[in-house]
C-alpha cells in the first residue's frame, strides 16, 4: 500500500484526483502545445516589427493585439503543466524538439506573413484538438477549460486573419 503523504512530509505526492499516468500523458501533450503558442507568439511579434507596405499600419497593430494575447496564454499552459506536477519546457531547445509549428526563415512579404500565421493558427489548434480524448478520458475539466478557450482564440484568429486573404 502506497504511503499517505502528511503535511510534515518534504516532497508530497500530488493526488488531485487524476491517476500519474494520466497527469503525465496531459503534461506531455500541453507541453507540445506550449512550444507550438510559443512559435507562435515568436512568429506573430517578429512579423509585427517587421511587416511593411501599404496595409503595414493595419497588420502591425493587428499583430500586436495578437502577440499579446498569446504571450498570455503561454503563463496559463505552463502553469497547468506545473498544476499537474511536472516542469514545464522553457527552452528554444526544447521547443524546437516539441513543437509542429515550424519557424519562418528571413522576412516574407505582408500577405505571406499572413499566410503564415494562419497556418500557424491552425497548427496549434490542431495541438490543442489532439489532447482532448486524453483529458476527457482522465475528467481533467480544468484542462479541458483552457483548451476550449484557446481552441476559440485560435480559430477565431485563424479566421480573421484568413479573411484578410480574401476576395
Known sequence: MAKKSTANDKSMKI???????????????LSAFLADSYTLYLMTHNF????????????????MTQYTEQWGALD???????????????????????????????VPEAMDMVRHLVL?????????????????????????????????VHEKTAWMLRSLLEG
Open 15 to 29: 493526488d488531485i484526483g487524476l491517476s500519474d499516468a494520466d497527469r503525465s500523458k496531459i503534461a506531455k501533450g
Open 120 to 152: 500557424a493558427q491552425e497548427a496549434a489548434a490542431r495541438s490543442a484538438r489532439r489532447l482532448f480524448p486524453i483529458v476527457e478520458k482522465a475528467n481533467d475539466q480544468p484542462t479541458a477549460d483552457l483548451l476550449t478557450q484557446r481552441l476559440d
Open 48 to 63: 509585427h516589427w517587421n511587416v511593411k507596405g501599404p496595409m503595414f499600419n493595419a497588420l502591425h497593430n493587428m499583430f
Open 76 to 106: 496559463l499552459i505552463a502553469e497547468r503543466i506545473r498544476a499537474l506536477g511536472f516542469p514545464a519546457p522553457g527552452t528554444y531547445a526544447e521547443y524546437v524538439k516539441l513543437a509542429s509549428i515550424k519557424e519562418v526563415a528571413g
